[in-house]
């Protein structure tokens, strides 16, 4: 039984900047994608970014140029940087994994280990 706890969440103006961390914990087994996803009151839960193993990466159209996804394998932790923030952005970011090969998806059904969200709130 593993475990992701997320931090680096909080409360930034139009324009900011936060980075996002995911702790990673308790796996024995390997990990093949990881990414970041992120649900808005009154909406579905949507796919961030992700990155696999291998370091393939797939960023939602949202938020590319703007967002970075990373890892640090020996610290077994995911980041995410997010720069020029906005309003949109507001939402609950979850960490995410799952133990299949390939393509990472973006796809939050796809991910089978979540952990507990970290607030994001973006003001105007």
């Known amino acids: 039984q593993g475990q992701l706890v997320e931090s680096g969440g909080g409360s930034v103006e139009s324009g900011g900047s936060l980075k996002l961390s995911c702790a990673a914990s308790?796996?024995?087994?390997?990990?093949?994608?990881m990414g970041w996803f992120r649900q808005a009151p009154g909406k579905e839960r949507e796919g961030v970014a992700v990155?696999?193993?291998?370091?393939?990466?797939r960023y939602a159209d949202s938020v590319k140029g703007r967002f970075t996804i990373s890892q640090d394998n020996a610290k077994n932790t995911l980041y995410l940087q997010m720069n020029s923030l906005e309003p949109e952005d507001t939402a609950m970011y979850y960490c995410?994994?799952?133990?299949?090969?390939?393509?990472?998806?973006?796809?939050?059904?796809?991910?089978?280990?979540w952990g507990q969200g970290t607030q994001v709130t973006v003001s105007s």
């Open positions: 990155i696999s193993s291998t370091g393939s990466i």
């Open positions: 995410a994994a799952r133990g299949v090969a390939g393509y990472p998806p973006l796809y939050p059904a796809s991910y089978s280990y």
């Open positions: 308790g796996y024995t087994y390997r990990t093949y994608s």
